[in-house]
């Protein structure tokens, strides 16, 4: 059984009285341990996409099936992490953490040790008592993914996560998400992030799922046969051959329109 | 164009038939004066508006454009915005005498001016200091300097700025239209020659004591304003809007089917350029230096010094102060202390219902499309009555209901100040409950925040900040409105006033009874050591601590 499995969802939006489908009968499958992207250009629904797999927006048609159920509401097992952080600014970056597991009802004495443990894992000890307007925008990140990471997720969903960072914070953390997602036997499971990055998605993805703009519409996939850890395939041939394929991808979606 | 035409002809209409109504109908003949009062109120109103148009605009971008003129001028028009309308009064009492007739028409420009300039001017300081860094130096590095740059660049950018900053003036100039048309001095009413609907609203009010009359002419005057509004602000603002770098504040009165939408869109107000808006009083509380407020203060002293110099028509001596604080209302100096408690105390009283409703009636509006749909065209139709116009009509009805003169009034003030002080608190939690991030609601809905939980971790926290400027805000308004409220002229001077203890009245009885200048402005004094010290004491600091939660985006 696939992790996820997004069935036909449409989703048409009203703008100033005009109706714009921003996602138009879109279907693709995550696999167990599966690292999936979705790339396109601004405005092709990618975003939309993937809150309605986290169950923040509805779809007008069409069902995303989860552990064989179909989503309806947002639940712990389905993590995020937000292209602007998303950080409450009132919280200190250990209380982030601890917020949505407050929520579930966990003791306090156990949240303060999850906070600690998860922003050791994005390596944030030491500022577990700062504002998050005292942390640097990689630093924040790292917060966000922290948090997200705490719920122990079957999936984490990353709307483009790096892509109000510099290019060298947006490196290292790009190899932290790679090591955590690739530790055997702990959450979480599947990724699916969206980007409009292609050398980021070939650099990270299993596969990747390329669409098209208004309407939103998968027009291909591309398996990304990279072995990792890919740090060290970063400079040869065979990187920049997928690079050039999701491009190619990318331009068929263009010559349709 | 043939829809506004109509608009034109159907809200003229209306208002003629309501002043034809009111005129045959009541039975004082000075009401038959209606039509022509009207117009008189409106064009005073409109004089003051051009002449605080230029004098903000000029100042404003003199002030934001120079650096030396910033460090005078800001701090002493900060201050000067600070100071209620009555503490003008010293000034206008020149005019009164030396001009006659006129002088007294160009005494209520003055009063109503000193109401209405500020926010034009802070308007303009604010929207030039918020052109972006990047056209500043793009257009420099065309070339663009001295007069082009105000031309191309400036202007454009403080158009909308302006616009919303008259519209403001002009709320204002009604508002205290009323406090301006009918002076008081030494037992004597003093009203303007071309007459006004202040004069027709005071005389119902306070000579007649017709409370039916009282509500009529209420009801005329906010439908003026209403209908004046929906013809020319609600226009220009839509159109200034356009092409500017930020949004402003624009609440539209046209069409209350719009409403819902609107709740989403038109208020998510990024900056609003309120009359003592929050990035001036932000910039007031955070920027200034300890010589800029020194001279400030310095400044003002020597304005005070001017004024009673400009009235006594000498310098102020020792002697002179000495009889100040000899003649009455001296005689009640010793309970001055009281006073301050007691004003305080209604201020405090009505501040705490203001912030309980505000918080209770933006987070329903914000969060509840419903409620939203209910509580902002009564929030809409609300601005546009004359608050201080509502004193004479609330005071009556409750005597009427209570039975005692002293508990109505003591009532009316509390009431009045909660009418005054809510608006700026609820414009500044809508706005700000408005204004949490989309990412943030989202990362509220994922990690399944619901009820009370959304309220203490998400939204609560989000507005603190803008409590704390709403806070401010009202209080400053506050001040203003319970000077006019502790006291309640009679137009007969054998008949004794009736007023509630408080600096307020104290302040009344100091200015209008006995012309007293030396406890007016001492009175004044003690305000601003209050003032001032609240905002050192509690709202400086608060506000700096809230800093952080500011959403950056």
Partial sequence: MPALEVKNISKTFVEDKVKVKALDDVSFIVEDEEFVCLVGPSGCGKSTMLRIIAGLEKADSGDVIFQGKPITGPSPKISMVFQLFGLLPWKTAIENVEVPLEVLGMPKKDRVAAGMEYLKMVELEGFENTYPHDLSGGMKQRVGIARALALKPEILLMDEPFSSLDELTAKTLRDLVLEIWRRKGEPPNSMVMVSHNVEEAVYMADRVIVMSPRPGRVVGEVKIEIPRPRFEHRREPVYFRFVDEVMGTLQKGNHKQ | ?553
């Avoid at chain 2, 006659?100 to 209520?108: F, W």
Wanted: hydrophobic share 55%; proline share 5%; charged share 10%.
């Fill in chain 2, 1 to 553: 164009m043939r829809g506004y035409l109509l608009k034109v002809a159907g809200g003229f209409a209306l208002l003629a038939l309501m002043a034809y109504l009111i005129g045959t109908l009541s039975p004082y003949p000075e009401m038959a004066n209606l039509p022509l009062f009207t117009l008189s109120t409106i064009t005073r109103i409109f004089i003051t508006l051009l002449i605080s148009l230029a004098w903000g605009v000029s100042f404003g971008i003199l002030a934001s454009t120079n650096r030396t003129a910033s460090i005078v001028i800001t701090p002493i028009i900060d201050l000067l915005q600070s100071i209620p309308i009555l503490g003008y009064f010293p000034l206008v009492i020149g005019f009164l005498f030396a001009f006659g007739a006129i002088g007294i028409e160009l005494s209520v420009v003055l009063l109503l001016f000193t109401s209405m300039a500020w926010a034009i001017f802070f308007g303009v300081l604010g929207a030039v200091k918020g052109i972006p860094t990047n056209v500043v130096e793009s257009s420099k590095s065309f070339g663009l300097t001295g007069w082009r740059y105000v031309r191309h660049i400036v202007l454009p950018a403080i158009a909308p700025a302006v616009v919303s900053g008259a519209n403001l003036a002009w709320s204002d100039g009604w508002f205290f239209m009323i406090a301006a048309e009918y002076i008081q001095y030494k037992g004597d009413v003093v009203v303007p020659p071309s007459g006004g609907l202040g004069v027709l609203l005071a005389r119902a009010a306070y000579h007649y004591e017709d409370m039916n009359l009282a509500v009529v002419l209420l009801v005329f005057i906010t439908t003026l304003v209403v209908v004046i509004n929906s013809l020319t602000w609600h226009k220009l603002m839509e159109r200034a809007n356009k092409g500017t770098f930020k949004p402003i504040l624009n609440i539209d009165l046209s069409g209350i089917g719009k409403l819902e939408a609107r709740a989403v869109s038109d208020l998510d107000l990024e900056d609003l350029h309120l009359p003592k808006s929050f990035s001036a009083v932000a910039q007031r509380l955070r920027r200034y230096s300890r010589a800029e407020r020194l001279i400030a203060y310095s400044s003002v002293l020597a304005l005070i010094i001017f004024i009673m110099f400009s009235e006594a028509h000498h310098f102020p001596s020792i002697a002179d102060i000495q009889a100040g604080f000899s003649t009455p209302p001296a005689e009640f100096l010793p309970q001055l202390p009281m006073y301050i408690l007691l004003t305080m105390g209604r201020l405090g009283v009505a501040y705490l219902i203001s912030l309980a409703v505000a918080i209770g009636l933006g987070v329903l509006a914000a969060e509840n499309r419903l409620m939203a749909s209910i509580i902002y065209p009564i929030y809409d139709v609300g601005q546009g009555v004359p608050i201080l116009a509502l004193f004479p009509v609330i005071y009556l009805g409750l005597t009427d209901f209570i039975g005692s003169q002293r508990a109505a009034l003591e009532v009316t003030c509390v009431v009045m100040l909660v009418l005054d002080m809510i608006w700026y608190m609820f414009i500044n939690i809508t706005s700000a409950v408005k204004n949490i991030p989309s990412e943030l609601r989202e990362v509220g809905q994922l990690f399944g925040f619901r009820g009370l939980k959304r309220v203490t971790h998400l939204v609560i926290p989000a507005i603190l900040p803008a409590i704390v400027t709403g806070s401010i805000l009202s209080w400053g308004t506050g001040w203003n409105t319970i000077i006019f409220s502790e006291y309640l002229p009679q137009s007969d001077p054998a008949v004794p006033a009736v007023s509630v203890p408080g600096l307020g009245s104290f302040l009344d009885i100091s200015g209008y009874v006995y012309g007293n200048t030396v406890l007016l402005v001492f009175t004044l004094i003690i305000i601003s050591v209050i003032v001032l010290s609240m905002e050192a004491l509690i709202w400086r600091r608060l506000l700096r601590r809230f800093e952080k939660y500011k959403v950056e985006v």
